[in-house]
């Protein structure tokens, strides 16, 4: 990890979001597909700060898993660490088994392309919201928009190609007469 961030090497499984109880067990918004994997890949090391952590799952609660951390004995010190993000080392998994298989992290970058290859931007973040994975588009000029991340609105992730491709959407839509109300003979 650098002063700047964690680099390409590091992959966020997770973000710790409060404090369960009394004894120092930590409240953690898993981003694994099974949440209580969070502790299954050895230390994971914090961001911000870099501090290491060994982490044994105890049970889910409600909006996450509760973990006990190693150097964690009291509420005090797991809310000290509200905010922070879990990372591990990208070696610490498996490689990917084949094209299709890739990371979240992995998408942060490339180059988003509409169905004529036409570049309209680069993917600039990924959220969950509660209701699936979104991406976040930053184009060359203006906004950024969302895009639901379904095989539907995204047919073609091409992590090696260093690409994505989206259908036509209402959000790569110019938005000039967005919000105008029709006039009375539409209405």
């Known amino acids: 990890m650098t002063e700047a961030g964690p680099g390409r090497d590091w992959l966020c499984i997770g973000e710790i979001t409060g404090a369960v109880g009394i004894r120092g067990e930590i409240k953690v918004r898993p981003f694994t597909a099974a949440p209580e994997s969070v502790a299954d890949y050895g230390p994971v090391t914090l961001w911000p700060g870099g501090r290491r952590l060994e982490l044994r799952y105890v049970r889910p609660v409600k909006g996450g898993i509760a973990v006990r951390a190693s150097g964690v004995s009291d509420r005090n010190g797991a809310e000290a660490l509200v905010g922070a993000r879990l990372y591990i080392a990208r070696s610490a998994l ?90 009375a003979e539409g209405a």
């Open 94 to 183: 498996p490689p990917e088994e084949d094209a299709d298989d890739f990371y979240h992290a992995d998408l942060i970058g490339l180059e988003v392309q509409d169905g004529d290859g036409k570049v309209i931007g680069r993917v600039r973040a990924i959220y969950d919201f509660g209701a699936g994975d979104i991406l976040e588009i930053a184009p060359g000029k203006g906004r950024t928009f969302m895009v639901p991340f379904t095989r539907e609105a995204v047919p073609v992730v091409d992590v090696r190609g260093g690409r994505l491709v989206v259908t036509p959407i209402a959000a790569l839509d110019d938005g000039d007469d967005a919000g105008e109300k029709p006039d």
